[in-house]
């Protein structure tokens, strides 16, 4: 628990957003699958991609971290061993979806397992698909909850059409359509980040890629030898985006925010609801681009996030309802179902939590409904073990008329362990 009790004032200075969350899981599990050595750079330290390590440290990859510095010593697929012990995902729902395509095509038997909101995520969205290609997977409820058993080998190619817009998905299948006969092609209702595809493409997988379907051929090996910097975290950086905007008079730089089109759906909804955003230090030339950010105060107006634009920030979505309270009209944020099944149910617990700081925000099947502009008082909000709950609530905390106190706090630790030191920074 914690008491939120910042003077209020205007957020001002830098900060060096930490690493890319999705993208250090890759780093280290398609380092792990590699042939050689690969480093990594501005790894990020959060919990999930802490468990992402000691996951392929069990199924025997050496691999040393020195805080954000990362090195992989890769033997290819034939280097992943059995392991003796559990493989324990944590709270990170990337860990458990794209190692159960990865183990799906190891010729050896795995059990995973994570925490109690791992234990509530669906897992037969990827368990269908696998088994489809020949994987033999069990677990809670015919294999859609952990613990999940995999005796993997043997996979064929699939065409696969996901009913949902998932990386996730996306990624797990593809892992295994690398490990299996023939080619596999996943084909998605709209563009999900696509951070496999390209560090795939850097490890020198050949992937065809044409809009919403990618393909790539079976029985080919990752090489390594491979320097990967990891750009910060839009998802994180997000925060303090959103800050800048509606805390009065402020001016925050976030440094190396990565700018990768399939994760930026919140740069469009901060610009189009009024905030002034500058661009600084463009880099273009590597597999993921950055950039630096300023955003200064700015008034906002309502807006609709809707359709395509969903995957792009789906993880945004707690902090962009913040930011709706703080803008003038009603903003509907539909098309979102998906928010349902994230590390907490984020339609109720968003909505719960703004509401208990007196916010104008209804939940719909599909999303929320924020009527603002509304003055937000104090109370006790909870992040439920979500760490982009608990990150909304502090932000909102700035704003708020009265004391803050967030119970549960320690959950941001999953993907931003110095969020406070950075908050206090800005606050000087
Ligand atoms: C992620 C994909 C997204 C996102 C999650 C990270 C990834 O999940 O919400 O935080 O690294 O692939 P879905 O694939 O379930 O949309």
Not at 167 to 181: E, F, H, P, R, T
């Amino acid at each position: 628990m914690r008491k939120l009790s910042y003077k209020k004032s205007r957020l001002n200075g830098a900060i060096n957003i930490p690493g890319d969350k999705s993208i250090s899981h890759r780093a280290v599990m398609f380092g792990s699958m590699a042939r050689g050595k690969t480093t990594v750079e501005n790894f990020l330290p959060g919990e999930d991609c802490l468990s992402t390590i000691s996951c392929f440290e069990k199924l025997g990859v050496q691999i040393e971290r020195s805080e954000t510095a990362v090195t992989v010593y890769g033997k290819g697929f034939e280097g992943l061993k059995e392991s003796s012990d559990i493989l324990n995902v944590g709270n990170s729902g990337t860990t458990a979806r794209l190692m159960m395509g990865i183990l799906s095509g190891l010729p050896f038997h795995s059990v995973l397992i994570g925490d109690e909101s791992i234990a509530k995520r669906p897992m037969k969205r990827v368990t269908g698909p696998l088994r489809d290609m020949g994987a033999r997977i069990q677990g809670n409820q015919d294999g859609n909850f952990t613990p999940i058993s995999i005796q993997g080998g043997d996979l064929s190619g699939i065409n696969y059409a996901s009913p949902v817009a998932s990386a996730q998905v996306k990624s797990a299948i593809l892992l295994a359509g690398l490990q299996a006969k023939g080619s596999t092609t996943v084909q998605e209702p709209f563009k999900s980040r696509d951070h496999t595809e390209r560090m795939l493409r850097a490890f020198g997988v050949d992937i065809e890629i044409d809009g919403c379907n990618v393909k790539l051929e079976g029985g080919q090996s990752l090489t390594a030898d491979l320097h990967i910097v990891v750009p910060g975290d839009i998802s994180s950086a997000a925060f303090f985006l959103v800050a800048g905007a509606i805390v009065p008079d402020s001016k925050v730089t976030l440094k190396r925010v990565g700018l990768n089109p399939t994760r930026t759906g919140i740069l469009e909804v901060l610009k189009e609801m009024g905030a002034s955003l500058t661009y600084t230090n463009v880099v273009e030339d590597g597999p993921e681009p950055y950039a630096d950010i300023t955003v200064v105060a700015s008034s906002l107006k309502a807006v609709e996030v809707s359709g395509e634009i969903i995957p792009r920030l789906i993880d945004e979505i707690p902090i962009i309802a913040l930011m709706a309270t703080q803008a003038e009209g009603t903003t509907v944020i539909k098309d979102a179902q998906e928010l349902k099944v994230k590390e907490t149910n984020r339609i109720d617990t968003v909505v719960n939590e703004l509401k208990k700081l007196g916010a104008k925000i209804t939940a719909t099947d599909d999303g929320m409904i924020i009527e603002g502009k509304t003055k937000l008082t104090g109370g006790q909000l909870d992040s439920y073990g979500d760490h982009r709950i608990g990150m909304m609530g502090a932000i909102a905390s700035l704003i708020a008329e009265d004391e803050t106190i967030l119970v549960n706090d320690e959950a941001i630790n999953v993907s931003y362990p110095n969020f406070f030191e950075h908050l206090e920074s800005l606050l000087g």
